[in-house]
């Protein structure tokens, strides 16, 4: 099968490391993206997202010429469709990319074809793929449709994209088993085998389990900071329980996923989804009670002190050593102190630049600053001495042990 050709459209944080790992598994591989700079960009064999082993990959696959990146589609085995999957205004779930990259296949593909959609898409997804692609002309019955989320974790993602065990289900008994032989030439963990519904279904669990727990932690936050405890003292204690594992608590939850996926199960299912639907609102609000506190301090400091205070925002991604900042509550908080008026100093390691932000190094950052706010627990900012500041520590960064630096 190492000699079909596959066409992925989406050349993102999932599609690129995917059109790469195929590529080096001697697939033809077609990466599709709608951004020229990005396009520009891969085909130089340079990569412009940060992911541990990407930039080796890409180079190598660019250069064995299994890997061109283009701007538009081609005749091809094998479609895999990563593009994103937002939501509009009210926590909408938003198909639209889904949809788009869709009709844009339909021309190119032919009997026998596998059309995988890995996007994290609302249950009944990829039954409108094939409703799309039936719309445009496409002989369904003679094609293979099929979802297969993606699982990987930001940081890991090559090496994830392997070992991970995999689900799959089709929108047909075919579609599935043709998208599960594909896989296994890759994928060294199990294959999963389901119907489309169940797989979608599957993804969005996935990402409302840990939202519900990440809740629970933030909750835990909260009162501790009420009752003067010392959160990560108390959660490293009950976990000391065998039967209880409790989550670190941060500044809300972000990324393409958690802060997303529950939303979808919510829309669909409605006054039924009452516990995904509070955890959502707790994680949310979690991010309005740091800013709350943070505005606070700046205040007081400002009266006492006679000057405004600045306060360095220590990380803008979504999480630790990566520079991914899809629904990040760290971008979220500092674009807001911004908005309301406060000098801040935004810290990110893993960007050399950002066109929205002027980015300061940590060492300044903490030099210059009254007030410092850890937001992401960066490798970065694990030892970092701090004297004479109010520092308000949102991701345990501070509290890590020396043993664990």
Known sequence: MQNKTVCVMGLGYIGLPTAALLANRKYHVHGVDVVQSTVDTINEGKIHIVEPDLDTFVRSAVNSGNLIADTQ????????IAVPTPFHEGYVPNIDYVVSATESIASYVKEGNIVILESTSPVGTT????????EQGVDISKVHVAHCPERVLPGQIMRELV?????????NEESTKETVAFYKTFVSGNILETDAKTAEMAKLTENSYRDVNIAFANELSILSDKFSINVWELISLANRHPRVNILQPGAGVG?????????????AGGEDAKIIRTAREVNTYKTEWSIEKIKNSALVFEKKNGRAAKIACMGLAFKPNIDDLRES?????TRR??????????????????SEFNIVQ?????????????????????????????????????NIKDDEK
């Open 255 to 267: 990324g393409h996923c958690i802060a997303v996926d529950p939303w979808f199960i919510v829309h």
């Open 127 to 134: 039954d409108k793929v094939a409703e799309v692609l039936a």
């Open 73 to 80: 589609p081609k005749e091809s085995d094998i479609f895999i």
């Open 337 to 354: 102190l911004i908005a309301d008026g406060f000098e801040v100093l935004p810290v990110e390691p893993n960007l050399r630049s950002s």
């Open 362 to 398: 940590d060492e300044v950052a903490i030099n210059e600053a009254d007030i410092i706010v850890f937001l992401v627990a960066h490798d970065e900012f694990k030892g970092l001495r701090i004297f004479g500041k109010e520092v308000f520590d949102f991701c345990g960064v501070t």
């Open 329 to 333: 509550p760290a971008i979220y908080i």
């Open 163 to 171: 070992e991970n065990d995999r689900i799959v289900g089709g929108i």
